[in-house]
């Protein structure tokens, strides 16, 4: 089996991983590459390999950093098959026309702005638009559930299991029987912590030539779940005290179905106002919430009982979802009471910047932080104490309270990492999807032959 590497390699997106092997070319994922523009730029670039050569994706999850690219890879000539769980179909889809949608309006603002200020063509063009995005649907080919084994390819298996990173994630384990030698790659995917409200921990594959994992927290631990949940409820009890409205910058995939359901357990256990109004202004979170309550198999069975009971997981009282841009803005005029989670989850665009103009400037509002936010980002600015900040050309002064809340993570912690490694019987580990000291410092605790590749290296099993 050939193995090689074209995508969070020392680096935490953009995950793209080739497996040559019984006569196939099969990637594991195609993400996005996300962050500063150095790093939206590579996207545009060369895959590595001839997209038209490639015979299937198996895709582990749904997040753009690992979906993000099949769009482009389809738009330059793939026509082979996705595969995936379901859930992981359903969520893939709402990413992958989000992205297209995103990159069609980013193209139409700098189309503006060159015509104003550069006249000489400097506009962008967009990596892929709703069409491409729509061409790539029609890619996805069979699906399977966790446990399962699918013969993809003659000669070439693949096996599913439970990442407890996202609704539908997967660890997948790529076998093959060239000339009666049995080889096997096994993808960790992006790995949760055990314990998650909503998921199944992970079931890591038994045993493997080699190991391909994600190495995000490979440095650190988070803190307690339990501990986080208590500051979350004591954030919106404090804001509400003081007369003021909540403004949750929210992912809608995951955490906001992870929200709703403490929403829910806290206004039952009396640890939240009961007046509270909870609002989740955000489509694709509706979107994604719905594809939770369809998918309920995927859930830990306690969340799926409830569903079958009647007693819905993410439908606390008093809870409206606004889909319709006129219902979204309806909530400027609440005063005082309203917990609102929107997107985007790092406010980088998105419904939660107008919210987030409308409330900062009031000191008896809170803003409150539940997610991962990078480098140059709004959430970012306010989580790291910025006075005033610029939304939408207009400095807006911080006076609402900001609650930093860090134990919510999607990514397994250190700890997790090494536990869930420990379990996989194989003698060989390629670390991806983390940046440099993360990779390093996990690498340090895990035995056997670890190592780092960078985008573009080889190696064969
Ligand atoms: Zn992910």
């Known amino acids: 089996m050939k193995l090689s590497f074209h995508g969070a390699d020392q680096d935490v ?14 990637l594991v994922d195609c993400g996005m590459f996300q962050g500063g523009r150095e790093e939206r730029a590579m996207n545009a670039h060369d895959f590595g390999f001839d997209p038209a050569s490639i015979d299937l994706i198996l895709l582990t999850h749904a997040h753009l950093d690992h979906c993000g690219r099949i769009p482009l890879l389809v738009k330059r000539g793939f026509r082979g098959e996705i595969v995936c769980t379901p859930p992981t179909r359903e969520l893939a889809r709402l990413v992958m026309l989000d992205a297209a949608r ?8 700098s189309m503006r702005k060159a015509a104003r200020w550069e006249p000489k063509g400097a506009e962008e063009q967009p990596l892929y638009d709703l069409e491409d ?7 996805f080919g069979r699906t399977v559930n966790y446990g399962e084994t699918v013969e993809i390819a003659a000669n070439l298996r693949a ?21 009666g030698v049995k080889k096997r790659i096994a993808f960790s995917g992006d790995l949760g912590d055990p314990g998650r409200a909503l998921l199944d921990d992970a079931e890591p594959p038994r045993a493997a030539d080699a190991v391909v994992m994600e190495s995000t927290y490979g440095d650190r631990d988070h803190r307690p779940l339990s501990a986080s949940i208590e500051e979350f409820y004591e954030a919106i009890a404090q804001i509400r005290a003081r007369g003021g409205n909540a403004i949750i910058p929210t992912f809608a995939l995951e955490r906001a179905q992870e929200l709703l359901f403490y929403l829910k357990l806290g206004l039952r256990q009396s640890k939240l106002p009961p007046d509270i109004q909870i609002f ?23 969340i799926a009982a409830m569903i079958a009971a009647q007693d819905d997981p993410f439908t606390p009282p008093r809870l409206r979802f606004t889909k319709l841009s006129r219902d979204s803005m309806a909530i400027n005029s609440i005063a005082s009471g309203a917990v609102i989670m929107a997107g985007s989850g790092m406010a980088t665009g998105g419904r939660v910047l ?28 306010i989580i790291d104490g910025a006075r005033d ?12 309270s900001v609650h930093t809340i860090n134990g919510f993570s999607a990514h397994a912690g250190r700890s997790s990492l090494i536990a869930w490694r420990g379990k996989v019987a194989a003698p060989k580990t390629f670390l991806v999807h983390g940046e440099l000291p993360a990779m390093q410092a996990l690498k340090d605790a895990l035995p056997g032959d670890v190592s780092m590749p960078k985008i573009g290296e080889e190696a064969t099993i």
């Open 102 to 109: 995103l990159q069609e309006e980013d193209a139409h603002r």
């Open 13 to 26: 997106t953009g995950s793209c991983h080739l497996v040559e092997a019984a006569g196939k070319r099969v």
């Open 280 to 302: 989740v202004d955000s489509p694709m979170a509706i979107s994604a919430t719905q594809i939770a309550q369809n998918c309920a198999g995927y859930l830990r069975p306690q």
């Open 133 to 139: 995005a729509m061409a790539a649907l029609d890619r």
């Open 354 to 381: 107008h919210h987030l103009r409308h409330n900062l400037a009031r000191p008896e509002c809170g803003v409150v932080l539940v997610g991962f936010a990078s480098k140059g980002t709004l959430a970012r600015q």
């Open 389 to 400: 900040v610029q939304i939408f050309g207009e400095r807006v002064p911080v006076r609402a």
């Open 159 to 179: 096996t599913w299991s439970n990442a407890g990173h996202i609704l539908g994630s997967a660890s997948v384990l790529v076998e093959c029987d060239e000339s």
